[in-house]
């Protein structure tokens, strides 16, 4: 019965070398989501998410979910320092609106790179692009810093 459970559609991912990233905030629920009302929770995660996709705009970073205030972002491998400049600019932007917006809170971005099965999973309406494997977990995995490259990424941009 198990494979009556499997979509052949989805039994073949493209997998490929990538730059994972997960961005946070620092503080998130001691320094803004517990000082704000649901709605202006709601308020500022819209805000918030519209600062990540402006500031990964013109690159190849492509975000694959935002939960909560992480967000899940990839980058070709080929394209690595490009991918580690956006990510640069990303906690910038995000670091600027922050300032602005009043909240004692930093962007935290940590990236790894390898690779990735990348394809459409689930069906119907929550069907979406999600990406998985080992450097998946290993970019999770890395110490929550405000800025934390893999020694894997690090060589591979030669730093």
């Given at each position: 019965m198990v494979g009556t459970l499997v979509n052949p559609r989805f039994a073949t991912p493209a997998?490929?070398?990538?730059?994972?990233?997960?961005?946070?905030?620092?503080?998130?629920?001691?320094?803004i989501c517990s000082r704000l009302s649901p709605e202006e929770t709601f308020a500022f995660l819209g805000?918030?998410?519209?600062?990540?996709?402006?500031?990964?705009?013109?690159?190849?970073?492509k975000i694959v979910k935002f939960i909560g205030d992480a967000a899940l972002i990839v980058f070709p491998a080929a394209d690595a320092k490009p991918?580690?400049?956006?990510?640069?600019?990303?906690?910038?932007?995000?670091?600027?609106?922050?300032?602005?917006?009043?909240h004692d809170s930093r962007l935290r971005v940590k990236a790894h790179v390898g690779q990735v099965a990348a394809g459409p999973i689930g069906s119907g309406e929550l069907e979406r692009f999600d990406v998985c494997?080992?450097?998946?977990?290993?970019?999770?995995?890395?110490?929550?810093?405000?800025?934390?490259?893999?020694?894997e990424l690090k060589a591979k941009i030669g730093t």
């Open positions: 997998v490929t070398e990538q730059v994972v990233a997960f961005a946070d905030l620092s503080g998130y629920h001691r320094v805000e918030y998410y519209a600062t990540v996709q402006r500031a990964l705009e013109g690159s190849a970073g991918a580690v400049a956006a990510l640069h600019n990303l906690k910038a932007a995000v670091d600027a609106f922050l300032a602005q917006s009043g494997g080992l450097a998946v977990n290993q970019a999770a995995l890395l110490a929550d810093e405000e800025w934390n490259l893999s020694a």
